[in-house]
T-cell receptor
């Protein structure tokens, strides 16, 4: 069975600091992995996705994530946080032969001035 | 190009009342999804349509929830009667088949309908 664990329901960083949001997955087969962002009162927007090509995936807004099979992780990073990055971030996994996406419980990112 | 449209954005009802949500997907997207997002959690799939056919409704509480996508375009999700525990954000998403058979379809989400049951 697939599952996703996001470590830390709330992360706070200073503006300009490194952003690191953690995600670990479990899957019996190589998965597809996603990061979505949700701004207040809005739907989810795809930041990036891993599809078994390059292990380092670059997304929108300067975010990137690295697939590490040995650690079953897909952590999201951004070198320098901006105030506009404050939002809820969801990691998600999908079996390669199915359409159902399993979402993590989310991490709320706050940016301190 | 317009994104996924949902209405209403907010709905407050008393328990035991019926409620309906409407979704218009992105033009040309054959696949439509309804998700429920409880407070502080990620979305959970309720039902998935391929055109007008419901191909995955295993998580839809069929005693009180129903959905339809009659012409394979827009869709309606209904709850009758609503219970206190149904308070959540109901998200609609749509996707089209990826041109790359090795890449999953990207799902595009609407803004959601926030339901409050009193």
């Amino acid at each position: 069975a697939q599952s996703v664990t996001q470590l830390g329901s709330h992360v706070s960083v200073s503006e300009g600091a490194l952003v690191l949001l953690r995600c670990n997955y479990s899957s019996s087969v190589p998965p597809y992995l996603f990061w979505y962002v949700q701004y207040p009162n809005q739907g989810l927007q795809l930041l990036l996705k891993y599809t078994s090509a390059a292990t380092l995936v670059k997304g929108i807004n300067g975010f990137e994530a690295e697939f590490k099979k040995s650690e079953t992780s897909f952590h999201l990073t951004k070198p320098s946080a901006h105030m506009s990055d404050a939002a809820e971030y969801f990691c998600a996994v999908r079996h390669s032969s199915a359409s159902k996406i399993i979402f993590g419980s989310g991490t709320r990112l706050s940016i301190r001035p | 190009e317009a994104g996924v449209v949902q209405s209403p954005r907010y709905k407050i009802i008393e328990k035991k009342q019926p409620v309906a949500f409407w979704c218009n997907p992105i033009s040309g997207h054959n696949t439509l999804y309804w998700y429920r997002q409880n407070l502080g959690q990620g979305p959970e799939l309720l039902i998935r349509y391929e055109n007008e056919e419901a191909v995955d409704d295993s998580q839809l509480p069929k005693d009180r929830f129903s959905a339809e996508r009659l012409k394979g375009v827009d869709s309606t999700l209904k709850i009758q009667p609503a219970e206190l525990g149904d308070s959540a954000v109901y998200l609609c998403a749509s996707s089209s088949k990826s041109r790359d058979s090795y890449s999953p379809d990207t799902q595009y989400f609407g803004p959601g309908t926030r339901l409050t049951v009193l």
